[in-house]
């Protein structure tokens, strides 16, 4: 049986590492509450990190849906009965009827990289304040990466050049990076540093026309295709933003949709007033 302290100390290396974690408990046997809950660690995707359920197919089963549960950031705390994770033709239903499983999901905090501490960068960071990210802001003048520009005391500012300074951070999949520099050289050179990291996110701002050109100069660099398909530029939904506070918007609306998954279409396209006639 996995103790507290072993769960706890899983817990903690996996969010150190920026991994969510699932921790999976045996509520109900066969009907049966047990007098001790099985409990196994799962890692995606469907790695045994610790514990055991006492059951090999049972564990497989569980692995398989904590998966599922891991690459989707809306699900927290989900209760199933097994026999439901198996194909309705399966034998082994039955066995499973009335056993139940409790998926307990442990996810890293949400953390952002802004490239930039301009009015756009400044925008980013209040916006993304509301939604609960651990900031931070770098740019390589003083003046920008200043308090007096970002006063929120949780922002974190680093004031020197873009390379080293996102070399001394630690980047994970829990990190969405946002490349809003002054200059399309200085968000080049941002990028490159960053599009083979595990970030969740990765943005930059221009136009089309200024983005193809370094797309194809990052293929000309040697940079496949795969990592340059990553990389969400022009950043940001399409909403007609004009001011930074809306281009801020845009930006944060397209990491939520990353993270949450959507279309980026209007809920109200095919809402009932829409079918109105």
């Not at 370094?214 to 969400?232: M, N």
């Amino acid at each position: 049986m996995l103790t507290a302290q072993e769960i706890s100390t899983a817990i903690t290396e996996s969010l150190v590492a920026g991994r969510p974690l699932a921790l999976v408990s045996l509520l109900e046997a066969s009907g049966q509450v047990l007098a001790q809950t099985p409990r196994l660690l799962v890692a995606d995707p469907g790695l045994f990190v610790g514990g055991s359920l006492g059951d090999e197919a049972l564990e497989q089963l569980a692995a398989r849906h904590a998966s599922k549960l891991l690459a989707d950031d809306r699900q927290e705390i989900v209760v199933v009965s097994v026999a439901d994770l198996m194909p309705e033709d399966d034998a082994m239903r039955s066995r499973w009827a009335q056993t139940r499983l409790l998926f307990e999901i442990a996810r890293p905090p949400l953390e952002l990289i802004i490239c930039g501490g301009g009015h756009v960068g400044q925008a980013v960071a209040k916006v993304a304040a509301l939604l609960d990210f651990r900031i931070t802001v770098i740019d390589d003048r003083a003046e920008f990466a200043a308090r007096d520009k970002f006063p929120d005391p949780r922002v974190q500012l680093l004031a020197e050049d873009f390379v080293p300074a996102l070399r001394s951070l630690r980047i994970t999949p829990a990190t969405h990076i946002v490349i809003v520099t002054r200059g399309h050289r200085h968000d080049e050179i941002c990028l490159q540093e960053v599009i083979a990291q595990p970030a969740r996110y990765i943005g930059m701002i221009g136009s089309r026309r200024r983005t193809t050109t370094i797309r194809e100069r990052l293929k000309r660099e040697g940079v496949p295709p795969a990592l340059l398909q990553r990389v969400h530029a022009p950043i940001g939904l399409d909403i007609g933003a004009l001011t930074p506070e809306e281009i801020a918007l845009a930006i944060l609306a397209e990491i939520v949709l990353v993270r949450r998954g959507g279309d980026g279409r209007p809920k109200s396209a095919d809402g009932p007033m829409a079918r109105a006639r």
